[in-house]
């Protein structure tokens, strides 16, 4: 099978997987080796929510329960974010997109800045570790760097290495709304998987293991000619 995009092209990719599957992680390694943005709608979304800007306060309620935002608010917002000076170099998106409508503004917003979709990247795990994952997760709740109580903790207890901010659970990622967001992942999200699937754009790679091993396989899915990459 032979990859759409060209090594030279700027990099846009998609990173898809449940919540807390480590896209977030992955994505800020890989930015930061290639220098080019990492757009996350949740950070995006929580941002707007802190400052109580008027998209933030439409958002929020969704948010805590799990829910998704509706499209429309996101297409705009991130319509908005990839018009933006540092989206020219490429990008890469954590969270977006999230529905098959929202794939189909995705298409037209590259279409319109020119800038093909190199490929979309699915994290895969079991959702028992995904609850694992997420039930022990904590946030700075200034910059938003996430962690894990035990597999990727601070080095002073409840406090972010980066800024010294306190770190908090997320209101979403308590028990109870954690498996709503599964649910409501499989329900939305996993079409979107199959849709980039279809049209030959997916690379599937195993996201249980250590973030450096992870890191190597969506290095390895970025080869050209490799479209699915998993773990011996
Ligand atoms: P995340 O940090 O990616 O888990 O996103 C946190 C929450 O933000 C989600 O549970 C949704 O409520 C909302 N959200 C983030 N991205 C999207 C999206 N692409 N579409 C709709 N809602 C979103």
């Known amino acids: 099978m032979t990859r759409r995009f060209q090594p ?21 390694l890989l930015a930061d080796a290639e220098g080019i943005p990492l757009l996350s709608t949740g950070d995006i979304l929580r941002g707007a929510v802190r400052e109580g800007t008027p998209l933030g306060r439409q958002a929020q309620d969704y948010m805590r329960a799990g829910e998704l935002v509706p499209d429309q608010l996101i297409d705009d917002m991130m319509a908005d974010r990839l018009s933006q000076g540092d989206a020219a170099r490429g990008f890469i998106l954590d969270g977006y997109p999230r529905t098959v409508a929202q ?8 279409e319109t800045a020119g800038r093909p979709l190199s490929l979309a990247v699915l ?5 028992e570790e995904v609850v694992r994952r997420l ?24 406090r972010c290495d980066r800024d010294g901010e306190p770190l908090v659970r997320r209101d979403d990622d308590r028990p109870e709304t954690i ?44 080869t050209p000619g490799r ?3 998993r773990a011996a």
């Open 135 to 158: 039930a022990g997760r904590r946030s700075c709740q200034s910059c938003g760097r996430a962690y894990h109580v035990e597999f990727d903790p601070p080095r002073a207890r409840d």
């Open 179 to 222: 498996l709503h967001r599964l649910d409501v992942y499989r329900r939305e999200t996993e079409p979107v998987a199959t849709c980039f699937r279809e049209r030959d754009q997916l690379a599937a790679i195993d996201a249980l293991g250590e973030p450096a091993d992870i890191h190597e396989r969506l290095r390895e899915a970025l």
């Open 103 to 110: 794939v189909q503004a995705l298409d037209v917003a590259l």
């Open 8 to 28: 030279k092209d700027p990099l846009v990719l998609v990173l898809l997987g449940p919540p807390g599957v480590g896209k977030g992680t992955q994505g800020r």
């Open 227 to 229: 479209l699915d990459v």
């Open 123 to 127: 994290f895969e795990v079991a959702d």
